[in-house]
């Protein structure tokens, strides 16, 4: 048992083991061990927090739950796989971050993209991969303005 005030540093001897596992076809693979993963500090656009779980009326708010992380991009830049995966990561990071477990409900977590062009490219690339199914509505079908 450590006594001292120190914490153990566990990573560092669980690489070395499962290199050990890993044996031969080490070779193929490259470690790094405790991999930063930003180059900035993660930030998210906008978060909207609905503390008092009212049903907002007000057009994009009625998609919204109790935690909602909105991510905008400029009328220059595309919506692209990379951001939906980076916002989803941003969003799973948030959920996560608390001081107790499940402090934030998954149930209570949006999150809304908003850009100027359509992202065809990215949806394809979900679809294809993911076999995430795409439905494209007119504000007539939706009954918004």
């Known amino acids: 048992m450590n006594t001292n005030d ?12 499962l290199q050990i596992e890993l044996g031969e076809e080490t070779k ?9 993963l930003l180059k900035k500090p ?8 609905n503390e008092r779980h009212v049903k907002i009326q007000k057009n994009i708010g009625r998609i919204f739950r109790q935690y ?6 400029s009328p220059e830049d595309d919506l692209n796989i ?4 980076k916002v989803c990561a941003y969003a799973c990071i948030y959920k996560a971050d608390t001081e107790t477990v499940d402090f934030i409900p998954a149930a209570e977590l949006t999150i809304t993209f ?4 359509y992202p065809r490219t990215m949806l394809q690339k979900l679809q294809r991969d993911r076999q995430i199914t795409v439905e494209k509505r ?8």
């Open 68 to 73: 909602n992380v909105v991510e905008y991009k």
């Open 42 to 49: 993660m930030q998210i656009d906008v978060l909207v927090k």
């Open 28 to 36: 193929y693979l490259e470690f790094d061990s405790e991999h930063l």
């Open 114 to 117: 908003v850009c100027y062009h």
């Open 138 to 145: 007119s504000c007539a079908q939706t009954g918004r303005n």
């Open 82 to 85: 990379d951001d939906f995966y």
């Open 6 to 17: 120190e914490k153990i540093q566990w990573h560092p001897a669980f690489d070395a083991a």
